[in-house]
């Protein structure tokens, strides 16, 4: 899980700050698919939650943080 404070993440429509302190998500650098351009995969992580893997659109306004291997 990446270090330093959970940075939360924006609604998609009425644009709040959710979550802060407890979780977020950040893009990785992974393609979701070679020919699906829309979405990419991402690190989804809460205080009790941890999907290294799910898809979402691109559109989504999601945090990048270099993370080390």
Do not use: K
């Amino acid at each position: 899980m990446p270090s330093g404070t959970a940075p939360g993440h924006r609604g998609s429509g009425e644009g709040a700050l959710w979550g802060v302190g407890i979780g977020g998500y950040n893009w990785s650098s992974t393609s979701y698919d070679s020919g699906d351009r829309y979405r990419g995969v991402l690190l989804h992580y809460y205080a009790t939650y941890l999907n290294p893997s799910d898809v979402y659109l691109r559109a989504y306004g999601f945090q990048l943080r270099c993370l080390s291997e």
